[in-house]
């Protein structure tokens, strides 16, 4: 039954390899080469990355965390101030709290 199975995804159409079969040969034989290119994998993503990072805005950086906000103190200081600042009611406000724990009946 399973051999079946793989017999029939096999020929299941592919673009540009014909077959999945032929697209799962190709690529078992490009992964079975890779380890000769593992050692030039840490100086690919750094050398990548030299050229990518400073295209990226600094809103970016600023969201994954490698960048702090210079605006984060004065941001923390408006909403400190506005923490601190008194409620202030309107007059019809302050007539329903008066009256709040009398009951209605």
């Known amino acids: 039954m399973a051999s079946s199975m793989f017999r029939f ?4 159409p ?5 077959s999945a079969e032929t697209a ?3 690529v078992w034989k490009k992964a079975s080469a890779t380890p000769r ?3 030039w994998a840490a100086p690919g993503v750094f050398g990548v990355l030299w ?3 400073p295209a990226v805005d600094d809103e970016f950086k600023m969201s994954l965390g ?3 906000d210079p605006e984060a103190d004065k941001k923390a200081a408006e909403a400190a101030a506005e923490a601190a600042k ?3 009611l309107s007059n019809e406000a302050l007539k329903a709290v008066a009256v709040a724990h009398i009951p209605h009946g």
């Open 66 to 68: 490698f960048l702090e």
């Open 9 to 12: 995804l096999g020929r299941v």
């Open 14 to 18: 592919t673009p540009i390899f014909g």
């Open 86 to 88: 008194p409620v202030e």
């Open 24 to 26: 799962a040969n190709y």
């Open 37 to 39: 290119f593992a050692g």
């Open 51 to 53: 050229f990518v990072w």
